[in-house]
């Protein structure tokens, strides 16, 4: 008696464990949404994490949206956590160009490729920057001192291999040092590069232009260029090129999700991101910060990303940065 009523237990729990767990694998339900940002606060997958909470609150605020942070490894802890999630559609991971790089140069053993690519949503041009204080009035002022002793000049920016990390390497190519000579301090996050530059533990800073933008008006920081091809109406700075490097890049953010998604979990999630992206709260957020639209979803964004792992492995290789 006591063994059948044990057995009969264990069929129930597995019922129920079953129960529990359809809805994650098959992603269709549109409940509660989580947003990863795999990456400290105060950086920019954070900061397009939060941005994109409000703007699916706006569109629906009967649905639950939660971000929550997952930083270490230019965000591949984060996608390998993702990883895990096989056939959750109610889970996005924003990422960008920097986790391509980061994948490439951490030797991931998760790729984009265990991921289902749902939408890229911006591009934001890159800002150099100094502290306030600093000696170094103008971009040139900077180069001309790098130049002189490259390991002098230690340079604040996100994770290894990603855009900050790149454009400090093609900046140091264009002014004549050797990449590999360039004195990087990796953070995993905007706030703690910030917080390097206000305590003077480091020379320069590079990030995108929408996190230091604030701290520039403020005074705290002085902006010597900026990556774009012109100057930008978010920011009082000259372009790298006018500043005597030949230096142009666009950082980009968008969305992945689990892999093992269903075509119905697929459209649900496309169609979410998409109504976000349409809303009012998501175009005034894009407007206040400089980012530009680039928003693309489905096969186009799918195509995109293998094209960009191509052209970034090339680059960190030319830097040394992965044998």
């Known amino acids: 008696m006591h063994l059948r009523r044990l057995a009969a237990l264990a069929v129930l729990s597995l019922a129920a464990l079953t129960a529990c767990g359809s809805g994650s694998e098959s992603g269709t339900a549109a409940g509660a949404l989580k947003i990863m940002a795999p990456a400290s606060p105060g950086g920019g997958w954070d900061q397009t994490s939060r941005t994109a909470e409000q703007a699916f609150k706006a569109v629906d605020p009967s649905r639950k949206v939660e971000v929550y942070n997952v930083?270490?490894?230019?965000?591949?802890?984060?996608?390998?956590?993702?990883?895990?999630?096989?056939?959750?559609?109610?889970?996005?991971?924003?990422?960008?160009?920097?986790?391509?790089?980061?994948?490439?140069?951490?030797?991931?053993?998760?790729?984009?490729?265990d991921t289902t690519p749902v939408a890229k949503l911006t591009e934001e041009y890159e800002i150099v920057v100094v502290p306030a204080e600093s000696p170094y009035k103008t971009l040139a002022d900077l180069t001309a001192a790098w130049k002189a002793d490259p390991a002098k000049i230690a340079i604040a920016g996100g994770s290894a291999g990603g855009t900050d990390h790149i454009v400090a390497g093609l900046m140091a190519k264009a002014a004549g040092i050797d990449p590999k000579q360039v004195n990087y301090v990796a953070h995993s996050g905007g706030g703690e590069a910030l917080n390097a530059l206000l305590g003077n533990k480091v020379?320069?800073?590079?990030?995108?232009?929408?996190?230091?933008?604030?701290?520039?008006?403020?005074?705290?920081?002085?902006?010597?260029?900026?990556?774009?091809?012109?100057?930008?109406?978010?920011?009082?700075?000259?372009?790298?090129?006018?500043?005597?490097?030949?230096?142009?890049?666009a950082n980009w953010r968008g969305f992945v999700a689990p892999a093992g998604l269903d075509d119905e979990a697929k459209k649900n999630l496309t169609d979410a991101v998409t109504k976000m992206h349409d809303s009012q709260a998501w175009k005034d957020a894009v407007a206040k910060n400089g980012w530009t639209d680039v928003f693309q979803t489905g096969q186009p964004f799918a195509d995109f990303l293998t094209a960009e792992q191509t052209k970034v492995k090339a680059i960190i290789a030319e830097m040394g940065l992965v044998s």
Do not use: W
């Open 71 to 113: 930083p270490g490894a230019g965000g591949t802890i984060g996608l390998a956590q993702l990883a895990g999630e096989k056939g959750n559609g109610n889970l996005l991971m924003t990422m960008g160009l920097v986790m391509v790089g980061a994948i490439e140069q951490n030797k991931s053993q998760v790729s984009l490729a």
């Open 203 to 249: 020379a320069m800073g590079i990030s995108g232009v929408g996190e230091f933008a604030e701290h520039v008006k403020s005074g705290k920081l002085r902006a010597l260029g900026v990556s774009s091809p012109a100057r930008l109406a978010s920011v009082d700075a000259p372009t790298l090129k006018e500043g005597g490097l030949d230096v142009e890049l």
